[in-house]
Structure formats: structure tokens, C-alpha cells
């Protein structure tokens, strides 16, 4: 028969590792107060767990009047805390030890210089019973430090009395806050013994309800009397109980780091000024989407981007400057020179250097000519940014939400100047010489050759007959001479390759302009995924890991 093994949650540690990297995560997109309360849980932690783990530190807690000295004496066998009528009794903490051997230090830590030595209860061995101030002391200095002892002892011992049971300081300052640490919590209703025994059932009862209202399921509630000891053997054996099994200490770290991870997750769902509430208020955690709404707008970015960077002007450059090129090479001899004198348009914006005379990681020395975006189009930038941060920010809790936001802005100054660049070390492929141009310029150089060659017969032929000589016999083609020929056909076919030759320039400008304009649709895109999306990713990957490690915090 297999035995079966009760699967344990999370380690304190592994609980404690999460619980600080969701405080660094949350750094500086949460209120400082709760990231500086986790941080605070965790280096409370690391101290507890080098002092002595073989005491249990409970506190006797409780309002004026309840009894709490009286009761501390009553556990202890001896008069050791002053009890009378004026009212606060009790100014500073102090401590019983039982069996106190190594737990100095431990004091030390908890700032508590009175001590003393039980004599009596070897059952208790290893407890450090701690008599506090009222928490509703007049004074401020005693409510202060039952605040400070309240967050650092290993177990609560809470003190009422049938007067002040049901006050509202206590259940909304303490007992309430502190739901999460019942673990650790015993609630005392002392001086029965002034109430008839049907009165004390009834007190009881709406004690317990009370507690219930307040998270507190399932803590224990003991009826006693410090006065005629009635109800103390039970709490003694209860303390006994907890001392003996020495994990007070750790279930009351669990407790603090589950609280941690609590407000962690409500400051996470605070809304921002300009959203309205929404239900994950209440603690719950949203998780982290994939951003694929801000994906869908990768598109609109690209185009804004794109005209802002003067795509379309670039795109119609390299069309014109191909065109421009292939006259330059291909075009009738006799008149191509002429388009020298007119500038490349590429050239004058400063851009479509191919790839071998510019690495693409060769940075631009200053900016290109392409001209500046306008209001318009700046405004249609500042739009497509901020829809980014919308779709990505749709689902998240306020306070990410705003983060997110931002992030998608954080980089929105330097877009301009990357957009720019991107655009000038595009390799657009426009400078690069078809093939067809160089056989048609050496077809145009053998049709201007041969019409060079008929315009010089014919002016052989006119020297002869100015000079009166015999003319020598003219072969003809049909009824034309061949030097006409010659001339006529030599200049006719220039021309008409020259025209042919610009329309295929004409089409190969279209399709190099098509290319050129996703070479820089895909360089803008990248800049876009670099400045905008890239930023978003991460806030949203970081608030993914945020949750992730309130969740392990939890337990």
C-alpha cells in the first residue's frame, strides 16, 4: 500500500523571493507605501529567521481596562506588571520568559529591556509572553509602540472585556487588517466573572460573530478570569499547544507576506485619475495579455510613421530618379547629355545610396533633405502612438494601465530622428544599373556609329563635287543612297530606341518605386517596434512577471 504524501504549498522562502521581486516589479508604477511595506515584510523576515526559532513571542493585546496586566500576572504566578485604577497602567512593554536561555537577542531586536523569569509552568517552556500598552492609551508614544510590537511578535493574544468587546477601533484597526494572520491570533474575553454565566455564553456568541464579520473564522475565543483563574488552564494549554509546535514564528511570517502580496495587488488595481473604477479593485489581479490589440495597430503606426517620414515623396523620387538614370544611359547620344544638367531627384533628398557604397550599420551623418512632417501629420503620429497605448492598457488594472500608457510615449521625442535615419540607410536598390541599359547604350553607340558613318559619306560626296571631281559610283538601296540610308536610318533608330527605352524605364521606375516603398515601410516598422511596441512588451511582460509573483506570494 502506497503511502500518500499531504502536498505542501510553497516554501516561506520561495513566498518571500516572489514577495520582493513583485515589489521591484511594481517599483515606481505602485504607491510607495505598499511596495515599501512588502520590502519592509521581507527584511522583517530575514531578521526573525536568524533570531532564536525555538520561541514563540506572543503578546497580550488589549484596550484600557480589559485586564491585560491582570492577566499577565496570572499566567506568570507573580505580581510582575503594576495593576490598578489610574488609567494607562501599563507605559512600556514587558516580557516573561519561560525557559528564556537564547532568546536575548531576540528582545534585543524586539527593543524590550524589561525581562523577567517565569518560575512557574514548565509546559510553556520556550514562550516569551510580552505585556503591552493599551492600544487606546491616551498617549501617543503607547499606541505607537503596540503598533510597532503588533507587527513584529510571533502570536496575538487579544485581550477584551464585556465592556469594550465590540468597540471599533479594535475590530477596524486590528482585527480586521489582520484576517489574514488568524493563524496566529487567540482572542480572550476576560472578566467573566462579572457577568452571570447565561451572559457570558451570550458574549461569547456575539464575540464570535463579530470576528466572523472581520475575517477571523476559526479563531479561538476563550471565556477567562484573571481574578478567580477561571478559563486560564484552557488558555495555558493552548499557549502550550502553539509554543510546542515552533512554528508560530514562520505562519506568522506567512501571514505578514500574504498581507504584503494583498495590498500589492489592490495598489496594482488602483485606478488612475483618468479611468474609472473598475471590479479588479477589490485585489483581484488581471493577467497579462498578449498585446495583440496593440499589435493590430502595428499597421497604422507603420503608415503614420511612414507619411510623417515622407515616404511618398521618397517613393515618387525613386521613380523619377530611375527614369532620370535610364536617360542618362540609354538615351539618343546626340541629345542625352542635355539630361545631365538636370539634378537626380533621389540625390537632392539625400538618400538611395545602394548597399555596397553604405553599410546598413553605418551611421547618417546628419539629417536628410526629405521635408519636415507637417502639423498634420505629426498629430496623425502622436495618434497611432497613443492608440498603441490604449489597446495595450485595455485590460489592465489602472496604475499598469498607466505605465503602459506611458511607455508607449516614452520614446515618442526621439521618433523623428530614428524615423529619419531608418529612411536615409535604407539600401533602396535605385542607383543599381539594369542590364538592358548597358546593351542599349552600346546599341545606341553602333546606331549613332553608323549614322556618324553615313553623315561622313555624304559629306565625302559634297567635297568631291565642290572640289569637281569625278564622282565615284553610289551603290543605293532600292532608289535611296546608301550614305542617306545610312544617315536617315542611323537617326530614326536612336530615336525610336531612345522612346522604347523610356518606357521601359517608365515601368521599371514603378516597380523599383514599389520596392522601395516596402524596403521603407519594413525599416519604419522596425523603428516603430523599437521606439513604441518594443516599450509596450516589456511593461506588459513586466506587469505579467508582477503577477505571477503576487500569486506565488500568496501561496
Known sequence: MKLLRRKEGPSLDSRLAALLEAAELGDGRLSGEAVAAARGVAERAGVRRSLSVDHTVAALAGATGSGKSSLFNALTGEELSAVGVTRPTTATAQAALWDGEGAGPLLDWLDIPRRHSASTGDDLSGLVLLDLPDHDSIRLAHRLEVDRLVELVDMLVWVLDPQKYADAALHERYLRPLAAHRGVMVVVLNQIDRLPEPAVARCLSDLRRLLDDDGQTGVPVIGVSARTGAGLAELRSLLADRVSERRSWSARLAADVTTAADHLALASAAAAQDRKTTPEADGELVRAGDGRHARELDRPLTAALSRAAGVPVVVEAVSKGHRHRAVVATGWPVTRWIRRFRPDPLRRLRIGVSAPARS?????????????????????????????????????????????RQAARSRSAELADAVDRAVGRTSLGATRRPRWWRAVNVLQWLVFAVMVAGAGWLGALFGMDYLRLPEPPLPTAGEVPWPTTLLGGGALAGVVIALLSRLAAWLGGRRRARKAARALREAIGQVGQEYVLDPVDEELSRYGRFTEAVEAARG
Do not use: M, Y
Open 360 to 404: 546598413p550599420d553605418r551611421e547618417l551623418v546628419g539629417r536628410t533633405s526629405v521635408p519636415a512632417a507637417s502639423a498634420v501629420q505629426r498629430a496623425q503620429v502622436e495618434t497611432a502612438i497613443r492608440d498603441v497605448g490604449e489597446a495595450a492598457a485595455a485590460d489592465l488594472p489602472g496604475a499598469w494601465a498607466a505605465a503602459v
